[in-house]
Nanobody, 122 residues
Framework: QVQLVESGGGLVQAGESLRLSCAASGSIFRINAMRWYRQAPGKQRELVAGITSGGTTNYADSVKGRFTISRDNAENTVYLQMYGLKPEDTAVYYC????????????????WGQGTQVTVSS
């Protein structure tokens, strides 16, 4: 069974930093793109940042210059380093990964973590 487990969320003050981690475990053949999404209360889930298996990254305009996504392919882990946090960054952050498992190598499926809360006070 494949799992994505996030960690690193918490309560910080505006201007501070946090680093989120998301580790994939289980029977995995290949991990393709990995992404971070977030969902604030009463709002739709939105893409924050993504990174391909080759390291190409993309970011939402609202976090460009403040957040950095990276991954460790050997550890099946993706990170989100967040600097200069603002109250509007408050949300549950979800990890997403496109993975192929040995039983279904020809199929790529999106897996989700359980989410980690980030709260930024003003």
């Amino acid at each position: 069974q494949v799992q994505l487990v996030e960690s690193g969320g918490g309560l910080v003050q505006a201007g501070e930093s946090l680093r989120l981690s998301c580790a994939a475990s289980g029977s995995i053949f290949r991990i393709n793109a990995m992404r971070w999404y977030r969902q604030a209360p009463g709002k739709q889930r939105e893409l924050v940042a993504g990174i391909t298996s080759g390291g190409t990254t993309n970011y939402a305009d609202s976090v460009k210059g403040r957040f950095t996504i990276s991954r460790d392919n050997a550890e099946n882990t993706v990170y989100l380093q967040m600097y200069g946090l603002k109250p509007e960054d408050t949300a549950v952050y979800y990890c997403n990964a496109e993975m192929q498992v040995p039983a279904f190598i020809s199929t790529t499926r999106a897996y989700w973590g359980q989410g980690t809360q980030v709260t930024v006070s003003s």
